[in-house]
């Protein structure tokens, strides 16, 4: 069998030829197109390869009939609709790792740039003039350095930073500790400490809810007089007024920003005069290597897909094709649900390192239990590492390098066939019904902890303990209504007549984080998580 292949958008040619030696695959390479071209050619093709400049859109994708993979080479697939293409069968595949010596090299280079005045020596040199004695600099030898976010990049960073002799520390909850030591990196338990030890202090994070503004004026304020701050991640997890400030007020000695919260960045942005500011217009993967890295990932990935079906690189493969994972999606979908609703429960608690997630499942479903137990996985380590997405087929890997003690097992005493109990940590368990009859109902939790609920996990969803007297019930819901928040399904249960309650409420849209606040003021209330579930 023969399969066509369109590559556009200039794919790095070590990746093409890569295509090109397979016999079985015609390769068409060509200019980035216009999209009325590409709509009517776009029928005529197994696979598309391509970067950010070409958008695969709905239209394109139900145009496409034959079209059974994606290759993004690059790590954003916001040019791809992800959605259509997981409904038609098609599967999207990005390159999230080639750009990591990228990023890394960078870092050291815009650092060494900064410390030894190395912009300012080119301009006057250039100009004629020989300021050498203004140019004086300092060393990194023997600094603090402070990584926040140990994922791919971060952990490349603190490798090299050995090397350079430098004191390595890292800030990153969702991280075992035996991966701090593999790295040697010591821990450090809170941000608040992060910042207080940083001589350079950099981030390496996703940008989520939890990073937005993660260093901000107070986080800034807290560190020495005299340091630095990085950000070659993402724009925003640095408030930008805020370190134009410390800027300004000379707190900070300097910083490097590659990356911005509005890009490009405008031309009278108030960062472009700060003073000791190294900019960047977000280079971090802007070299060959990486470039060709990422092209070849991608083409690896498209080329064994095709030839092999092998979809472990694929990031919607849990909800491609037909037969028995379209019959897993309630479950595939709960069990992700309940985990996430377990993490943040520990979270809670102020247990944010996920040490052991185990998957019990009935008989129903012990033949999709490895993919369960991945879409749980996926569901502890979602927003909590620097990966674009997180999927079933990557979260199990991720999950084990991270230090994450996995297991599933099938048991016969969870009460129903489609049953499965997700445990976190050892200390926080929900139990989940894949299917409940009429056929079509949503997937339902049924047990956190020792208490029996039954509630289906839509958008949001509150956990409140609280004990069991008259009157709290009312003093929720009036909360709740009083805020806009709407109730889908309230959920009470206790273990004993007047001792602690547990109720479970699935909740329309948003809930603000100010309620979980005001439901803690309430009376009789003792613990109170919100979860927002964002399309998991």
Request: glycine residues 10%; negative net charge; aromatic residues 4%.
């Amino acid at each position: 069998m023969t399969y066509r292949i369109l590559v556009t958008d200039e794919i790095d040619p070590d990746g093409v030829a890569l295509l090109k030696a397979e016999p079985s695959f015609d390769v068409d390479v060509v200019p980035t197109l216009p999209p009325a071209e590409l709509l009517e050619r776009i029928g005529e093709y197994d696979a598309f390869v391509g970067r950010s400049a070409t958008r695969v859109t709905d239209e394109l994708l139900r145009r496409a009939s034959r079209l059974r993979v994606v290759g993004r080479a690059g790590v954003g697939v916001d040019n791809i609709s992800i959605d259509t293409a997981t409904s038609l069968g098609i599967a999207v595949i990005n390159a999230p790792a080639g750009n990591t010596i990228a990023v890394a090299e960078l870092f050291y280079g815009t650092l060494i740039g900064l410390l030894r005045h190395l912009p300012q020596a080119w301009e006057s040199m250039h100009a004629g003039r020989w300021d050498r004695s203004k140019l004086l600099g300092t060393e990194i030898k023997g600094r603090t350095l402070v990584i926040v976010g140990l994922g791919r990049i971060g952990s490349e960073v603190a490798t090299r930073a050995h090397a350079m002799g430098m004191d390595v520390a890292g800030y990153d909850p969702y991280v075992s500790d035996e991966r701090f030591r593999g790295l040697r990196v010591r821990r450090l338990a809170t941000l608040d400490e992060a910042v207080d030890a940083a001589d350079i202090l950099t981030v390496h994070t996703p940008l989520t809810d939890e990073t937005m503004g993660m260093i901000g004026k107070r986080e800034l304020a807290r560190m020495k007089s005299g340091a630095i701050v990085m950000n070659l991640a993402r724009g925003g997890i640095i408030e930008e007024q805020a370190l134009l400030h410390a800027l300004e007020s000379g707190k900070l000695a300097g910083a490097v920003v590659d990356a911005f919260v509005k890009e490009p960045l405008v031309a009278d942005h108030p960062l472009r005069n700060a003073p000791n500011c190294f900019l960047t217009p977000h280079l971090g993967a802007s070299t060959a290597e990486a470039q060709r890295n990422v092209a070849v990932d991608a083409c690896e990935a498209v080329r064994d897909a095709l030839l092999h079906g092998e979809l472990s690189r694929s990031i919607n493969v849990a909800g491609a094709g037909t037969g028995d994972w379209k019959e897993l999606q309630h479950a595939l979908s709960v069990v992700r649900r309940a985990a996430i609703v377990a993490r943040a429960i520990l979270a809670d608690r102020g247990v944010k390192t996920v040490q052991r997630l185990s998957l019990r499942v009935g008989p129903d479903l012990i033949g999709a239990a490895p993919a369960l137990l991945a879409s749980a996985a996926a569901g502890v380590l979602e927003g909590t590492i620097d990966v674009e997405r997180i999927n079933l087929i990557n979260a199990r890997s991720i999950a084990e390098t991270r230090g994450i003690e996995l297991s599933t097992t099938e048991s016969d005493a969870l009460g129903h066939p489609a049953a499965m109990l997700v445990s976190v940590s050892g200390g926080v368990q929900l139990m989940a019904v894949a299917a409940v009859a009429p056929e079509g109902a949503p997937a339902r939790l049924i047990r956190i902890g020792g208490f029996h609920i039954d509630v289906a996990p839509r958008e949001a969803l509150i956990i409140l303990t609280n004990n069991d007297v008259p009157g709290v019930i009312g003093r929720v819901g009036t909360l709740l209504g009083d805020r806009g928040v709407n109730i889908a399904e309230y959920h009470q249960a206790r273990l004993a007549q007047g001792g602690e309650a547990l109720a479970a409420i699935s909740v329309d849209g948003t809930v603000p984080s100010s309620v979980r606040e005001e439901l803690l003021g309430l009376q009789d209330v003792c613990t109170a998580t919100v979860v927002h579930f964002r399309g998991a």
